[in-house]
C-alpha cells in the first residue's frame, strides 16, 4: 500500500464540520486580523504551555525573530545554539546581524549537549536557544543553570514540540520566551503559517505585541521599530477547532512510536529513538530512526521505490551550510551533528496512522536492511 509522510486530509475529515460553520461566520464578519479569535487562542495555548502570556505571531521563524528583537540582539552579539535543527532557528539570529555559535548535540536526545555550553559563551553572548527537536525537550535543567550564571536570556524553539515536558514542566514556559510554530506538519498546525510567543513576564509580552504590529501603540504612534508579524483570525479560527484534539493525537502519536519501537526491536543496524528520562512527556513530531553502516540512503530510497514516506531530517547542518561558510566551520567540528545528518530517517507517525501501516514500514525496513 502506498503510506505518506504525512496525511492531513484525514485530519481535516474529522473536523470539517464543526469548522466549516466557523469559518463562515468569521468570512461574513469579514474581520481578518488580529482580533478577539487571536486573543482566545493566545490564552488558551499559553494554558496548554503553562505559561502566563503568550503572541500570536506569523509563524515560528517570526516567533525566533520577533523574542531576539524583544532582546534588542543585534550586529556584534552571539547566541548560542544548534546546529542540527531547521534553518530558522540560525537564520532569525544572522537576520539582526548577530552571529550564531554552534554547540554540539547529544547523540541520544538529538538536542543541545549542555555539557558543552559554558565553553562557548563569551562577552559577546546575549542569548541561549535550546531545541526541542522532533517533539522531545533539551535538558532545560543545565541550559537554565548556564543562563543564570551569566545572565543570558533563553529563547526555546519550541515548535515541534508543543506539550512536551521537562521533569513534569511544558516546554515553552520554562525559558524567558518560548516560541511555537503551528505549520501545517506540525502536531499543532494550521491552514497556512502561524506561530506563538510564550513568556511569563508582563512587560516582556507587552512589548513583544508591540513588536508584532510595527512598533504601534497607540494607532499610528510608534515608539520601538517592530514589524508586521501578525497571526490573522483565520488561522487562529483553525487552531482554535484544533486545540480540543491536540491531546488524542499526542496520545495517537505515542502508541504510533511504542508500536514502532516494538516492530523494529531487534532490526539490526537500525536505532529506535530513546526518551531521556528528564522527558516526562515526548510529543512525537518526528519518529526518527538511526540507520547505521552508510545504509540510510539506500533504505530511503527503496522505501520511496515501495511507495512508503520517509524524510531525512536533516541532510546538512548548518554549519555546513553555504550560507553560513563565513562563520568558518569546518567538517568535523560538530561530529555528533554530521553523524546524524547521516544516519536519520524520518518515518510516518501521524496519528491516523493504521496499524497495518506500520507493519508495513517495519517489515519494508527488515527487508531492506536483510
Known sequence: ???????????????????????????????????????????????????????????????????LMAEGIGPGDEVITSPYTFFATA???????????????????????????EGKITDRTRAIIPVHLYGQTAEMGGVLAVARRHGLPVIEDACQAIGAEWQGK???????????????????????DGGMVICND???????????????????HHHLIGSNFRLDALQALVLLTKLPYLDQWTQARQENARDYDRLLQGVEG???????SYATRHVFNQYVIRIKGGRR????????????????YYPIPLHLQECFRSL???????PESERAAKETLALPIFPELTLAQKEEVAQAIRELLA
Open 1 to 67: 500500500m502506498s503510506i505518506p509522510l504525512l496525511d492531513l486530509k484525514q485530519q481535516y475529515a474529522a473536523i470539517q464540520a464543526e469548522l466549516l460553520p466557523r469559518l463562515e461566520e468569521l468570512c461574513a464578519s469579514q474581520q481578518f486580523i488580529l482580533g478577539p479569535k487571536v486573543q482566545e487562542l493566545e490564552e488558551k495555548v499559553a494554558q496548554v504551555c503553562g505559561g502566563a502570556f503568550a503572541c500570536g505571531v506569523s509563524s515560528g521563524s517570526d516567533a525566533l525573530q520577533i523574542a
Open 91 to 117: 537564520g532569525a539570529v544572522c537576520r539582526y546581524g548577530a552571529t550564531p555559535v554552534f554547540v554540539d548535540i547529544d547523540p541520544v536526545t538529538y538536542n543541545l549537549d549542555v555539557g558543552q555550553i
Open 170 to 192: 511544558r516546554v515553552a514556559s520554562l525559558g524567558d520566551y518560548g516560541c511555537l510554530s503551528f505549520f501545517p506538519s506540525k502536531n499543532l498546525g494550521c491552514f497556512g
Open 202 to 220: 508582563p512587560a516582556k509580552a507587552e512589548k513583544l505585541k508591540i513588536l508584532r504590529n510595527h512598533g504601534m501603540a497607540p494607532q499610528y
Open 270 to 276: 537500525v536505532e529506535t529513538p530513546k526518551t531521556a
Open 297 to 312: 540512503d539506500s533504505v530511503w530510497q527503496g522505501l520511496k521505490e515501495r511507495g512508503i514516506g520517509s524524510a531525512v
Open 328 to 334: 568558518g566551520y569546518r567538517e568535523g567540528d560538530f
